[in-house]
């Protein structure tokens, strides 16, 4: 299902509906976006499949792409929009250390005004990591040359 959802820069976007043959379209009560829903994914892939990689490449290409993660990518305009929050960013961290190995730098919920929601996603890219770890000796995927 995944793959299906698959928008500009090979994106999923945050709703989608799918059509009797399961093509996913674009969701018309939802601006058709990569953001604040769909940025969870790789948590799930993360916990969820032994090598998630395929699956979360254009997200990690995508917050790599400019001078800070943005939290925002709008399938009709390709624009992107502010900058991702601290849960986003670890998101992005995890995600990173999945492709890469790199050691993922979470940021401190102790440095920004607390969000809940920001708050929560950093959270979770902990735990992500942390669950991901204690997996070991497969927990990491080799480092690509």
């Known amino acids: 299902m995944l793959w ?9 976007a ?18 058709p976006r990569f953001s604040y829903d769909a940025c969870r994914i790789p948590l799930y892939l993360g916990w969820s499949l ?11 290409d995508f917050w790599a792409s400019g001078a ?7 399938f009709q305009t390709g624009q992107t929009g502010e900058a991702a929050n601290a ?7 995890f995600s ?8 993922p730098r979470f940021k401190s919920i102790r440095n920004e005004p607390f969000k809940y929601y920001s ?20 927990s990491r995927p080799p480092l690509t040359g």
Not at 68 to 74: E, F, G, I, L, Q
Not at 98 to 103: A, C, E, L, N, S
Request: hydrophobic share 40%; charged share 20%.
């Open 119 to 138: 708050g929560s996603l950093l959270l979770l890219a902990q735990a992500a990591y942390d669950i991901r770890l204690a997996q070991a000796p497969f």
């Open 14 to 31: 945050d709703w989608a509906a799918l059509k009797p043959s399961l093509k996913p379209f674009g969701y018309s009560g939802q601006n």
């Open 50 to 60: 032994t090598d998630p990689r395929p699956y979360i490449e254009p997200m990690v």
């Open 4 to 12: 299906r959802n698959r928008f500009a820069r090979n994106l999923p």
């Open 68 to 74: 800070r993660p943005s939290a925002v990518y709008d």
């Open 96 to 103: 990173r250390w999945m492709m890469t190995g790199q050691t």
């Open 87 to 93: 849960g986003i960013h670890g998101i992005y961290q």
